[in-house]
């Protein structure tokens, strides 16, 4: 049933293409796109730029997930610290992420630290309030039980605090994974010369709509495989509760 | 009773001096040239070049642009995003029909489909709006749908036993129902609505604010970049501000 929609607009589509009530140079047809999206991935350029992609991804939220739970640890245990911190984050927060790209730039260059850094940015926020909520929930006396065994605080941290703020804070990771691509494919879009993002504005520059539209499907399938393996993986480490 | 107010004074000019320390950090690093200054301005040049967009009145008509493009993209998601959420929410049909290619567009980048939208609408306002509305549509859908699915069984009973139409019910019982998580989604979408059209616009080079910046990261005119960084902070900050007092206002009655 699902499937309907999806089979009757590419059906349309097709028909619609070949009587050419659509133009070919921007909607291309469904046949065509298939042939495209089978020739990339069979030439490796697909696989390529998806691993270009996925690398830039993965080091923006390692980026963040480090900064973003290592500050909200801190601002989450001392309420204070939150309170002054409160305007500076107020006020960098709303800030796009895609501001970032020209500053970006100018500092990296054409890189996967580029796009890492544009995303790192977008991705730190969720992290970070997370972790400061999280952290603030972590039953009191824990903390106390570890104060009297004489711990460090920093071993407080890791052996009390993270681990019963950990829920959360995947929550929070699992938002900033699909964030870190969806930010990263947009600066690749917008300047940067590698990734399924360059992919496409390439290919619609030199107006080859088949690979444009092939890619669009081919991201879709990526973002949503992202999805639903964060979904899964969440639910299988969080089973011990 | 009084003290309440001066603690919460106390700490926003506690978080205000923390603020102020971060500018200073931010000008003593500039000042330094810990980092190349032709990159990296410090706030003193920043904000001049920005107070000379406002005098200049140079800045309003790119900012207007961008406002206009993001208001138009986030109004249309809106639309459609609560008509969809509401006719899947109350029909089977309608749900099995739609919801699993929802479920399949949703994680796209709105960003994504930018290259598209370009080679079938070309370079123009039309096809930004377009494309915001994609990526705004989504918060609100589910929004509406999850507004509009959770009625109280009572509420439909009571529907049921006045002899209401679908429609009458889904007006006078299930909107009301959904206006919280519509509203929730429709706070979400305005934050993507501005991130998406400053992407297009720089993609797109449509004259507006986004626009404006990658030229002068192209001319490398770094007081520019952070000039409009704080343009759009401030702009984000506000439709944040605004929706969530309206928010806030139009919710009273709950």
Redesign the interface.
Known sequence: ??????VVVLALWEMLSRAEVL?E???SRPSRFVVAGAKALADGTLLEQTAQTFAAATEALLIAAVAGIAIGAILGLFKPLE??????I???R??????????S???FGFSRNMSAAVAAFACFWPILLVTISAVRGVDGRLIEVGRLLGFSFARIIVKFALPAALPGILVGIRVSA?IA??VT??TE???NPRG??FA??M??QS?Q?DL??AT?MW??VI??L??WSLERLERRWLRYR | MAALPMKRAGWFLISLLCFAAMLVAWKLAADAKLINPLWFPGPDRSFSKLWEWISSGSLWSPLAQTVWRMFAGWLLACGVGITLGAAIASSAFARRLLQPSAEFLRPLPASAILPPAILVLGFSDAMIVFVVAFGCVWPVLLGAIHGFGNLDQRLGEVSRLLNLSSWQRAWKFQLPNALPDVFAGMRVSISIALIVTVASEMLSSQPGIGYLMLVAARAFRSADIFAGIIVLGVLGFLTNYVTQKLEDRLLRWR
Do not use: C, E, K, Y
């Not at chain 1, 049933?1 to 999806?6: E, I, K, R, S, Y």
């Not at chain 1, 709303?94 to 500053?103: G, N, Q």
């Open positions: 049933m699902g499937a309907v929609l999806p133009s140079d921007g909607f309170r002054a911190a409160q305007l500076t107020d006020a960098l709303p800030i796009p992420s895609v501001a970032l790209i020209p500053l730039l100018l500092l699909g691509i969806v494919v947009t879009i917008v300047t399924l993002g496409m504005t290919a619609a107006l709509a444009v539209w669009l991201v879709g973002g949503w992202v999805n």
